[in-house]
């Protein structure tokens, strides 16, 4: 067993490299090609993962990442020519993904473009739609938007061509927020009762004329390249249970959701419930890793620092606990599932921040460094970088739970520097 007297002394000494940073980078930088499709919460941005592709793989080398999101890891492996797999519970992420990874001939969806706005065109009061029938949409839809987004994803799903529709869903996904009445400015499930809903078929028309130059970059990139038909999988599925072969892979790059970081399950609810992922969100977010409903079953936290992290929890509220004990635990899982599939020599690289809950610091980098080493990886490197371009929840009042408004000038960040944590399978 590791020591975490070690571990804790050796991120202590270890000082930020700016160069991690990618300060230079602009929102159109980080956005290039196909990453802007979609708004997702603290995603990483595509400059960490080409440089770590770049780092540690060869043209064909097997990428992985079990916690792909929005798919950024895959879409920058398959620029590069390596072949790869994501994996996320989340329908809503491997929605955005596929749309993100699928290079489509430009021609054929600007001619489905047409097409669509036809039918919006001719869309007027008299027209019949089939709008659904649910009370969460009501509470988020005023009833005019909801019936242009009933007639536009009525129209979306009749086209026949799964990755022109895939495109075209993900727009739709991309502008439910502006249509309803949530919080504009909030990732929170917040009402604004005096919002003045965007009128669905100009957001979308104007979402998927952005989309459409990103999918053309993409194209034309991968064509120059010869890169077109480059693997890119994605599965909807559990982080544990990867569709890997053993001892295949040769890198894994991830960015784990945070046990205290935003409820994926409510950010992504509306599109959730306009695609019927799920009727009931509580059922919904029971799906998602370290969540507190998985049960009561024996915990492995295969880590003192975590041990530790329960303990001082436990004293302050035992529903924390827990939480952050499953989370813990499961990670560890997901830790074990990785040496499976990883080549011996292969590596992960994590990229996770430290974060503090009930007055208590959450270890993450510590912890999974731990485990990591008592499942069999030695340290690579450990890079500390600055997050200025994230999408950060900020902390919270303590007396009353909330996040700080965005307006608040004494805000400061929950995670404004993070680890990316290099360990290779031994």
């Not at 529709?165 to 604004?192: A, V």
């Not at 130059?213 to 909807?236: A, M, P, R």
Request: glycine share 4%.
């Amino acid at each position: 067993m590791v020591k975490q007297q070690d571990i804790l002394q050796l991120f202590r000494r270890i000082k930020i490299d700016p160069s991690w940073a990618f300060a230079d980078k602009t929102r159109k930088d980080t956005a290039y090609i196909t990453h802007g499709y979609h708004r997702y919460p603290a995603k990483f941005i595509p400059q960490i993962v080409s440089r770590l592709v770049e780092k540690y793989t060869k043209k064909g080398d097997l990428v992985v990442d079990p916690f792909g999101g929005c798919g950024t890891t895959l879409v920058e492996s398959k620029v590069m020519c390596r072949p790869s797999i994501g994996v996320d519970i989340n329908p809503v992420a491997v929605l955005m993904t596929k749309a993100k990874k699928t290079p489509i001939e430009p021609r054929k969806i600007e001619e489905q473009f047409l097409k669509l706005k036809e039918k919006i065109d001719s869309f007027n009061k008299n027209t019949e739609v089939k709008a659904p029938e649910h009370e969460r949409i009501d509470y988020w839809f005023k009833p005019e938007e909801k019936r242009k987004l009933a007639f536009l994803f009525y129209e979306i799903a009749k086209i026949k061509d799964q990755d022109v529709r895939d495109f075209f869903y993900c727009g739709f996904s991309n502008i439910l927020k502006n249509c309803s009445i949530w919080l504009q400015k909030s990732n929170k499930p917040t009402r604004d009762l005096k919002k003045k809903p965007a009128d669905p078929f100009i957001v979308f028309s104007r979402q998927v004329k952005s989309m459409l130059q990103g999918n053309t970059d993409f194209f034309n990139l991968l064509q120059e390249k010869n890169y077109l038909k480059t693997l890119c999988d994605v599965y909807c599925t559990d982080a544990r249970k990867i569709p890997a072969k053993p001892n295949s892979v040769s890198l894994i790059v991830t960015s784990p959701p945070y046990v205290t970081s935003y409820e994926y399950a409510d950010l992504h609810q509306l599109t959730a419930l306009w695609f019927e992922y799920t009727k009931d969100l509580s059922d919904f977010r029971k799906r998602f890793i370290g969540t507190a409903y998985h049960g009561k079953k024996e915990l492995v936290l295969n880590s003192e620092i975590a041990e530790n992290i329960k303990a001082e929890l436990l004293e302050k509220d035992k529903k924390t606990a827990e939480e952050v004990a499953t989370y813990f635990s499961e990670m560890n899982q997901v830790f074990e599932e990785m040496k499976r599939i990883l080549k011996k020599g292969g590596r992960t690289c994590i990229v996770i921040g430290d974060t503090s809950l009930k007055g208590v610091e959450i270890l993450n980098a510590e912890v999974f460094v731990e485990q990591l080493q008592n499942l069999g990886f030695k340290i690579d490197d450990i890079i500390k970088r600055e997050i200025p371009s994230k999408n950060l929840p900020s902390t919270r009042d303590k007396k009353t739970g909330r996040f700080a408004k965005a307006t608040d000038k004494k805000k400061v960040f929950a995670y404004p520097t993070e680890y990316i944590l290099i360990m290779q399978k031994i």
